[in-house]
């Protein structure tokens, strides 16, 4: 893979569309425009052309051309667009001369972003951003994935960054009065406060973990004894017919997973084998795996059906009990909701419950971190701030606090790619769809 070659990719999907949008950046772009297109357009300004194979002079599609000379272009090179229709053999006719092209060939995975990352038009917290909001499924995720592509954590970072570089000018001015012989009092007492209001605004942010969880979303197992009514009800949230339901006890085994969108928040709820004593093995394993899937769950519905759940609930952070079938008895065993899902009843206060779980642990796309990676370097950022606080405060050597100071700094640093990020690169754009 080459940095300098012009690349392209479709940008608008796989399979039969009305329109097939093309993009193109590099060096070579104007001349792939003036080659298939015969002339190019005015700057971003879309036009009509008929694109020609220019082997044989045939035409290939009438498309609508944008042409975006560099740097103010997505990529911070020379780009080009090509609207063609999204007919198969149109796309496929298209692409094979383009890459019959001089300089030109197939874009990688996330190649047009990592260039936009490297020619300096987004940070690394923006280019996250825009990956989230590719795959956000929700409106919550969507408003948090988009408050980050606008450079809520990048200019966030900023300004920590900024905060403790001023902290450090301070701490170097210290130094020099230090070689003359006492630091000014005034002057170390404003280091600290500096530092303190930082490292309390850090904590502040680190103690919301609302972020991190909106883009994986609210996990709810659903967990009881068997024929409790697990997958009827697992069926009757996700609206689709998903797990199997049977008269028999023990009908599930494997743990089924359903992605849903409960007003605007991602849930995933999770099926699980009944649990109960055994001496099937594949049913223990499923019992095994649900107390497991119980465990790590947000929240957990222990179902208990009219005739009791006969068993202890699993362990779990947070547990709602719901009673079933309760279109069979008026038996509600002090449960926190009752549902039949038979007639629907208490179906819709089940997800009113959910809903309630999943804004307060998810929040509402308001978080300023979103990924553990996010966490890890704030995280190191504080540890060297806090211990650059105790050894001002235990009048420790000031090269050494420098030194913690600036650990902090390039901590910091990372989350908007300021400082050597390499390794993290490969990983964070082979995650992106060709073409983005
Ligand atoms: N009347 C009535 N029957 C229900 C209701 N919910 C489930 N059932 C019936 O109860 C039986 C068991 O339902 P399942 O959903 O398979 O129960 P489960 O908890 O998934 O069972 P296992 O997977 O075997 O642990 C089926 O015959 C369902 O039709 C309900 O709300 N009302
Ligand atoms: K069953
Ligand atoms: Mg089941």
Redesign the pocket.
């Known amino acids: 893979m080459r940095s300098d070659d012009t690349i392209f990719a479709t940008a608008s999907g796989y399979g039969r569309s009305a329109v097939c949008l093309i993009r193109i950046s590099g060096g070579a772009s104007r001349t792939v425009v003036e080659t298939l297109a015969g002339s190019v357009p005015e700057p971003r300004r879309a036009a009509v052309r008929i694109l020609r194979d220019p082997q044989n002079g045939e035409p290939l599609d009438q498309a609508l051309v944008l042409w975006m000379p560099g740097p103010s272009s997505f990529t911070g090179e020379d780009q080009a667009e090509l609207h063609i229709h999204g007919g198969l053999a149109t796309r496929a006719a298209v692409l094979r001369v383009l890459a019959t092209l001089e300089g030109c060939r197939p874009a990688e995975a996330g190649e047009f972003t990592r260039r936009a990352f490297l020619n300096g038009r987004m940070d690394l917290s923006r280019v996250e951003g825009l990956a989230d909001l590719i795959d956000a499924e929700t409106e919550a995720q969507r408003r948090q994935a988009l408050r980050q592509l606008e450079g809520r954590l990048g200019n966030a970072a900023e300004g920590w960054r900024e905060d403790i570089l001023q902290a450090l000018a301070l701490l170097e001015a210290s130094l020099d009065f230090s070689d003359e012989g006492d630091v000014p009092e005034d002057l170390e007492a404003e280091i600290l406060r500096k530092l303190t209001l930082l490292a309390e605004d850090i904590r502040r942010v680190l103690a919301n973990r609302s972020g991190e969880r909106l883009r994986e979303g609210l996990t709810v197992v659903?967990a009881?004894?068997?024929?409790?009514?697990?997958?009827?009800?697992?069926?009757a949230l996700a609206q689709r017919d998903v797990?199997?339901?049977?008269?028999?006890?023990?009908?599930?085994r494997d743990t089924i997973e359903v992605h849903c969108d409960l007003s605007g928040f991602p849930v995933v709820i999770t099926?699980t084998?009944?649990l109960r004593d055994t001496h099937d093995l594949i049913e223990q394993e499923g019992v095994s795996r649900a107390r497991a899937k119980a465990q790590d769950a947000d929240v957990v519905l222990w179902?208990v059906?009219p005739e009791g759940a006969g068993t202890e609930p699993p362990q779990a952070r947070r547990l709602l009990s719901v009673a079933?079938?309760?279109?069979?008895s008026h038996v509600r065993h002090n449960c926190d909701v009752a549902?039949?899902?038979?007639?629907g009843e208490g179906i819709s206060d089940l997800i009113r419950r959910l809903q309630t779980e999943a804004e307060a642990a998810l929040g509402q796309g308001d978080a300023i971190l979103t990924r553990q990676r996010h966490r890890s370097a704030l995280e190191r950022a504080q540890a060297s701030i806090l211990r650059a606080i105790d050894m001002m405060k235990a009048h420790g050597p000031l090269e050494l606090i420098a030194e913690e100071v600036r650990l902090g700094s390039r901590a910091v640093g990372e989350i908007t790619g300021r400082v050597d990020v390499e390794h993290l690169l490969d990983r964070l754009f082979a995650s992106f769809c060709i073409g983005k």
């Open positions: 659903l009881g004894p068997p024929n409790a009514g697990k997958s009827t009800l697992l069926n797990a199997i339901v049977s008269p028999i006890a023990g009908t599930t099926d084998a009944g179902l059906p079933t079938k309760v279109d069979l549902v039949s899902a038979a007639t």
